[in-house]
């Protein structure tokens, strides 16, 4: 049996990246799950769209070396391409919410790809949570699977 896949938004992996000084308990929560997606008892997926918007956040260049190590990485990161279906899914997202592109491509990528649960600090998206607009998808804080998901 395969572990639960899990996918981030890239608010989760820009506050890791940052070291989110501000809630410490994110960054604990994020380096959680990390250690348990290399001990095998979760996976990790992302969007190829995560390559944007992380480059694009103007981190500093110790931060984007850091996510291009964490990235390259295929043993516990799967990268997940904006294919057709992901494309069409995103569509349909976006013309039943009010989520921008970016948003909406992730969502639709975990959709996709099967994951169990979707990590983000976003409240608009927390806000999607087990809706029919996102296919009924757990939308959470960043959390282990099995505890409670409360950082905001």
């Not at 890239?10 to 940052?18: G, T």
């Not at 390259?72 to 057709?84: F, G, L, T, Y």
């Not at 970016?102 to 990528?109: L, Q, S």
Request: proline share 3%.
């Amino acid at each position: 049996m395969r572990a639960d896949l899990i996918c981030w938004d890239s608010s989760v992996l820009i506050s890791w990246l940052e070291g989110d000084s501000a809630k410490p308990e994110r960054i604990q929560s994020i380096r959680a799950v990390i250690r348990n997606v290399e001990t095998g008892v979760c996976r990790l997926a992302f969007s190829t769209l995560i390559y944007v918007e992380v480059l694009e956040s103007k981190l500093p260049d110790d931060a984007i070396e850091k996510f291009r190590r964490f990235m390259q990485n295929r043993e516990q990161v799967e990268i997940i391409a904006v294919d057709i279906r992901v494309a069409e899914r995103s569509q349909k997202i976006r013309n039943h919410t009010r989520i921008t592109t970016p948003d909406a491509v992730h969502i639709a990528t975990a959709i996709v790809s099967g994951a169990k649960f979707f990590h983000t600090f976003d409240e608009q998206l927390l806000k999607l949570s087990g809706k029919s607009e996102v296919d009924n998808l757990a939308i959470t804080a960043c959390h282990i699977p099995g505890t409670t998901a409360s950082l905001l």
